[in-house]
């Protein structure tokens, strides 16, 4: 999901540039899809969900990550094995399928697994965004936690969670019970990455942080400096493995970006994440509500 200032201006309905067949507003399970074509880059086409951006995708060059947020989670995806090595890769959350596509085209021959609640969604988007040819992408529809529950262990090298019902990440997706059953599926050395939004006073990703840190030894956030300091609502990446993190890789990668994010592991850490505990089922919440008004165009 984006953040206003995270995605760029010019979306327009398909039926205003005479471009592809593509429905325009669409009732799915978690409300009213609507697929914008992108004005600014031909081929290319955002998803909203009853107004909310979810998914920003290049049908004509897969490894063009719009949000900025979504660029930084590519940078991981990147940096935790060498150039065009396949990974087996878990997203919770499918959206457009916008990592899926990214890792195919750039890890050609991995495994890639989606559990995604609205099969309405994938339909629609498998429909009018098709995926490129010989991506090994496979969509489950079922809630992200017990879909997680169903898969091996030691089966993955990545997961991906990325999911919100609405604006806000479901409180069951937030803790340290499911923090422990995605180390559970990872391999060893497996990382997970987790889109976190939230604004000041930063306390929901602050027990995110500690979560992630009850259940992974090495730990890092990537984020927009104002973002980290407070001043604004957004989203942050959080990057968790059992062994060591590609710190010096990430942020090389995430200085060069359009907009630069800062990586924040160790002692700046803990730092941050101050006296905040981690987070149990008993007393997960949902993440914050955004402002009013953040995705006014």
């Known amino acids: 999901m984006s953040r206003r200032g995270e995605r760029r201006a010019g979306r327009r309905p398909a039926a205003e540039l005479g471009g592809p067949a593509v429905p325009g507003r669409t009732a799915v399970g978690g409300g ?23 998914s920003h995708v290049d049908l004509a060059d897969p490894t063009y990550l719009e949000f900025e947020y979504v660029r930084r989670i590519g940078h991981v995806l990147d940096a935790v094995a060498d150039p065009g090595v396949p990974l087996d890769v878990v997203h919770l959350g499918g959206g457009a399928l916008t990592l899926p596509r990214y890792v195919a085209v750039t890890r050609p021959g991995s495994r890639q697994r989606v559990i ?18 010989a991506a090994r992408v496979r969509v489950r529809a079922d809630d992200a936690r017990v879909g997680l529950g169903t898969l091996p262990d030691a089966s993955a090298d990545v997961v991906v969670v990325d999911v919100f019902a609405g604006a806000r990440t479901p409180a069951h997706l937030t803790t340290v019970e499911f923090a422990a059953d995605i180390a559970r599926v990872l391999v060893a050395g497996g990382v997970t990455v987790w889109n976190v939004s939230d604004g000041p006073p930063l306390r929901f990703l602050r027990g995110q942080a500690a979560t992630l840190a009850a259940v992974f030894g090495n730990v890092a956030l990537i984020a927009e400096p104002g973002t980290l300091r407070g001043r604004r609502f957004g989203n942050t990446v959080a990057v968790a493995s059992d062994t060591e993190l590609p710190l010096a890789a990430l942020v090389r990668r995430c200085a060069g970006d359009p907009m630069p994010s800062r990586v924040v592991a160790g002692s700046d850490l803990a730092e941050f994440v101050a006296r905040a505990g981690p987070v149990s089922d008993a007393a997960a919440e949902p993440s914050p509500r955004p402002p009013a008004g953040i995705f006014d165009r």
């Open 32 to 54: 009213i899809a609507e697929l914008l074509a992108d004005a600014d880059r031909p081929g290319s086409w955002e998803l909203l969900v009853d107004g909310v951006p979810q």
């Open 116 to 133: 995604e609640v609205d099969q309405a969604l994938t339909d629609l988007v498998r429909t009018a965004l098709p995926l490129p040819r």
